[in-house]
Structure formats: structure tokens, C-alpha cells
RNA sequence: AGCCUUGUCGUCUAACGGUAGGACUGGAGACUUUGGAUCUCUAUACCGGGGUUCGAAUCCCUGCGAGGCUA
């Protein structure tokens, strides 16, 4: 069987190879470049050290490695998504979108196609079921990135491998650390990965520059603040509004007039939700509902966290909405919604949470 | 003009006359392959000038600022 193992030179990643050799397969190491310089020299990966790493990752355990890049591509789906969601006041997710379109869409186009399976160091699983593959939690829930695939589809699933799905993080570190790998201190990637060492504010601003508005307080309508541009601030936040008085926390934005609402106190039940509705919902492997009356229990998350929420999904017309059990935090519009089956392990599907002036 | 009240970190708010605390904001770190949230740590102040006291943010005088009252 041949295998793409797609590498980037984290602990993750890097064990993989080592797993798939366990195995008994030979892999082809795969490093894709994505995060580089623009014209203007913004966007900035620190790519050499990666690079170094998976390099000795691929002579250590004797396989084949190509280094790609899908810059373009990344800048196309990735990085233009982004700033085109901030700008309509939605909150992106971009690494659901790079998994989607750059390492299981690009990379498969352009060279993926010519292996039986594309390895990833994702926690996640798969599972089959009724001759199919689906999507599944990873043994250790607190690191499970499930959330992340959400989007991904029936052809990209079944093609996927995650060799270090069912093993907790602590034994992958101990497996680099064990193998001596390079890669075995480093510490976990965070943040967006494309961005490097720029914040994600400062990105935003460059392309979307800065504008005044108002920061009113819901409550009472009273004008309590300026921002810089609504595009600078999501649902739930708390931090960079410096309002003295608080703490405060975004609630709503009126894109059309730039302005910002929020509310005061530890716990405004203002920032809390119970109802979520997905767009444009899609099934990974199959739509194991159809339409339906009443509602399915579920489990589900909204954010990339450790722990899944309980609730019921309903289906309204194209709109699938969510009931949670419990009050969710910073419900913002453009995130994804991910739904899990009730005992969270089988990772269903996801939509975008809509806006709720939308529905 | 006269009278009264008032003046503490960027903001709000504490401190029997004994040497300035808390909250929010800001900053740093932890957590986290999105945005956030959360947790930990941390920075900054007694309007100026005189007195009275062993000792004043706290008492007195005065200057300045703020608010109010008075015809």
C-alpha cells in the first residue's frame, strides 16, 4: 500500500512516520509549504526548521520526501476566506478550511492521487461502519481534533489514516523522546499557522485597515467606548475593548454602522446562547437522518475545546439547529458547528453558524 | 462675585493620623493546531505649596481643578 504521510516537523507528525514503519509501510514524506512571505513580506512561516526536522525524520527512517508548496493555493482558499469573513463581520476558522481544501483538497489534486492513503498526525480516528469509513473521536478526548475535520467529506475521510489517533499525547511525546527525534521538546503549534510571528490583529488591520466606531452598551444604548473596526472584534470577547468598568464582553456588531455592543459583568446572560443554527450543513460520510421530524440527540462542539456539549438537533428547511443542554459562551457567526452522535464518537458533520439576524 | 461640596493607579473605588488595598483596563505567562473564553503573574496613584504632629492620603491654611448653590 503506498503512503503520504504529511509531515510538518511538529511531535506529531514526525511520530507518525515512525508508527507507519512499526506497521510495516514505507511511507513518502510529504512537507507542504504553505505559510510564506507575500509580495509584502506579511505573512512569514518559519519553514526552515520544519523543514530540517522532517528532512532527518525522512533519512532516520529511510523514505522518500518531497517538499511541495501549495502557497498559492493556500493564499487563494485560505488566507482570502479569512480576510473576506472578517470583513463581513464573521469570525473564520482557517485551519478547518486548510485541512478542507489545502492538505486533503490540493494536496490530493496535485499529489495525493497517486497513493492509497494520505497520513496526517491529527487526533482523530476512523471508523468503519456498514462499508464505510467515518469519522471518529481520538482515544484522548482532551486532545481530539475532530473538530477541525468537520468539514471534510466522504472521499477525503476514506482515504485517511491517523496513526496516532489512539494514543494520548503523553505516549507520543514519549515515543519522539524514546526515538530521539528532534522533534520531541518542541513545543505544540498554536495560533494560525500561516501567520508566524505576526498576531492576528496585526494581520487584520493590513488588510483591512482601521475605522472608528461606536462600542454601545446593549443594555442601555449608551455610548461607552471606540474601537477600530468592528472586523477586530468577535462575539465573546473580552480582551482589547480597554473599557474601564468591566469586565465587558462584545455581544452583538452592526457591520452596517461599525458599531460594536456589549455587555457588562462576570456573567451577562446576554453572552450566553442555547440555540446554534447551521448553514450549509454537510454530512462526512452519509446524511444518516434525512429529513426528519422532531429532534436527535447529539453531542457537539463549537469551538475546538476538550469536552463536547449535549444537546438535541433539529432541522428547520435547510437550517440545522441545535438545542444545547448547556448555555454556550461567544456563539459567533462564520465558526463551525460540528456534530458528534450522543455518545461523541463518531464526528457526523458540521455547518457554519449562521447569523442569527439570518434566520 | 459670594457660599457649599469635592480632588487617591488610565478608569471606578478602599484605607480609627501610622506609611496606599481591590476591581476593570494594560502587559507577561499557562492552556489551545481558528477567533475567543478561562487561569496565573505583573505594572501604574494620594492635585501643587505650606503648616500641626514622632508620624498625614487622612487635621489646618493656601493655590489650582471639578461639581453644585446664591440674584
Known sequence: MKIAALVSGGVDSSVIVHRLKEMGYDPTIFYIRIGME?????????????????????????????????????????????????????????DMMCNKMIKFGCFE????????????????????????????????????????????????????????????????????????LPSAQRKDSQGICFLGKINYNDFIGRYL?????????????????????????????RKGLGLSGGPWFVIKKDTQRNIIYVSNGYNPDT?????????????????????????????????HTPEFTTGKLEKIGDIYRIHSDDKIQGIAAGQFGVVYDSASKLCIGSGVIADENAV
Open 109 to 180: 489534486q496535485n499529489w495525493g492521487h497517486e497513493f492509497d492513503k494520505i497520513a496526517t498526525g491529527h487526533y482523530a480516528t476512523t471508523t468503519e461502519l456498514d462499508g464505510k469509513i467515518w469519522l471518529s473521536t481520538a482515544k484522548d478526548h482532551v486532545k481530539d481534533q475532530t473538530y477541525f475535520l468537520g468539514q471534510i467529506n466522504q472521499m477525503q475521510i476514506s482515504k485517511l489514516m491517523f496513526p496516532i489517533g489512539d494514543l494520548p499525547k503523553s505516549q507520543v511525546r514519549a515515543i519522539a523522546a524514546q526515538q530521539a
Open 209 to 237: 485597515g482601521e475605522r472608528v466606531g461606536k462600542i454601545i452598551e446593549l443594555e442601555t444604548g449608551k455610548v461607552i467606548g471606540k474601537h477600530k473596526g468592528y472586523w477586530f472584534h468577535t462575539i465573546g470577547q
Open 271 to 303: 453572552q450566553y446562547g442555547n440555540t446554534v443554527n447551521l448553514g450549509g450543513f454537510s454530512f462526512i460520510t452519509d446524511d444518516i437522518w434525512g429529513d426528519f421530524e422532531g429532534t436527535k440527540d447529539i453531542t457537539f462542539k463549537v469551538r
Open 38 to 94: 507575500d509580495k509584502d513580506g506579511y505573512i512569514d512561516c518559519p519553514a526552515e526548521e520544519d523543514i530540517e526536522i522532517t528532512t532527518y525524520i525522512a533519512k532516520k527512517y529511510g523514505c522518500k520526501m518531497e517538499i511541495v508548496s501549495l502557497h498559492d493555493e493556500y493564499w487563494e482558499n485560505v488566507v482570502n476566506y479569512t480576510i473576506e469573513a472578517v470583513k463581513r463581520g464573521l469570525t473564520p476558522n482557517p
